[in-house]
């Protein structure tokens, strides 16, 4: 997956590539490409088949299973395709799709990241203003980030079209105002699909501590001697949250820090290509560093396989049809936690 591949860019010259590399590329984008459909695939299914009963998280994670998929076939499909052929094959609305398509991906699995972190820090710092909006049967923040993603991929269609790179040799390039246009692509580009989210879902993650631990030393100061009195079974031990809204919460975090291992070496080496002109582009540690951001669509479905825990039992369990008590259940369940948070914080406060 390189849809910011420095081959994409129109150049004085037509590089020859490196054909041992190449294969090497075509091998692991292959790998990464059916890992990321089937393991994706069998987990949207698995949701889709409780539908009706998801929690709000199962809901973030479906859609993000949707984004993964568009990396899947719309970004590392078209790339693996394009690296067999060696030029791209196709008109130049194709072209443009192409080229929309693969920052599409990019933007909805990253922005589908950054709200699922914003509903975990209203849920645990405002959990009545979380849970009002949930009331609502549209998913305002899945919208959002579907929303932003669709337009924010539009610029692709006008960069990248059909160019002749030789007498009778078309290819899918992009043309940019010499000599700073394609320094200011990679640049913005960087900025709105890394540094904003990963700078928003930090900032996230660090309140939601703050907020647990600030909570959590109120309650010992204010029990007092009873602090070693056991929680409700339901609960664990940090600041009375129940067991399952803890894991979500570090399910969100393990998701956002694989994302961030994933994606760094990528934008790296991007702005390394663009602003340094004796970058070493054609190198087989470019290329790698470039692929790894295609791994992060494989490991989300498997992350949020292992905090479900004996992923066997429970894939056939999700697989049965679940019965007509298990939505009030669910519903219940929410409310219940919401309302444990919110009488938590009112009463830290008035201790105060």
């Known amino acids: 997956m390189r849809p910011l591949n420095e081959s994409d860019f129109v150049d004085a010259h037509d590089v020859p590539r490196d054909e041992s590399l190449a294969r090497v ?3 692991l984008l292959g790998a990464i490409f059916v890992t990321a459909a089937i393991l ?6 698995v949701l889709w088949r409780q539908r009706k009963q998801m929690s709000r998280m199962r809901v973030f994670v479906f859609h993000l299973c949707l984004a993964d998929l568009v990396v899947a076939f719309f970004q590392v499909c078209p790339q693996l395709m394009w690296d067999i052929t060696d030029r791209f094959v196709g008109p130049d609305v194709m072209c443009r799709l192409v080229k929309y398509l693969q920052v599409l991906g990019m933007f909805s699995s990253t922005y589908m990241i950054v709200v699922m972190t914003v509903d975990r820090y209203q849920a645990i710092c405002n959990p009545m203003v979380k849970f009002q909006r949930a009331r609502s049967r549209l998913n ?13 991929s539009l610029p692709q269609v006008f960069i990248f079209s059909q160019v002749e ?19 200011t692509y990679i640049t913005w580009t960087t900025l709105v699909i890394f540094i904003l989210p990963v700078s928003t879902v930090v900032v996230c993650q660090v309140r939601i501590c703050r907020a647990i631990q600030t909570n959590l030393s109120r309650k010992t100061h204010r029990q007092g001697v009873s602090v070693g009195a056991p929680l409700p079974a339901r609960a664990s031990g940090v600041a009375g949250m129940s067991k399952a809204r803890v894991k979500t919460l570090k399910m969100t975090v393990v998701i956002v820090l694989v994302y961030i291992v994933c994606w760094a070496p990528f934008f790296t080496v991007q702005l390394w290509s663009a602003w340094d ?16 951001a295609s791994l992060n669509s494989c490991a989300n479905p498997c992350i949020y396989l292992l905090f479900c825990g004996e992923f066997p039992k429970r894939l056939v369990k999700l697989l049965r049809p679940p019965p007509l008590s298990a939505g009030k259940d669910l519903m219940h369940e929410e409310v219940t936690l919401v309302s444990t948070l919110y009488t938590s914080f009112k009463n830290a406060s008035e201790s105060e």
Not at 40 to 45: E, F, G
Not at 140 to 152: I, K
Not at 165 to 183: M, N, R
């Open 165 to 183: 790179v030789a007498p009778g040799v078309f290819d899918c390039w992009a043309e940019f105002i010499q000599p700073w246009g394609l320094q």
């Open 40 to 45: 994706n695939t069998a987990l949207l299914l």
């Open 25 to 27: 590329e075509i091998a």
């Open 277 to 292: 002109a004796n970058a070493p582009k054609e190198t087989a540690i470019f290329t790698i560093l470039m692929l790894l």
């Open 140 to 152: 305002v923040p899945v919208c959002v980030a579907w929303g932003v993603s669709l337009v924010g």
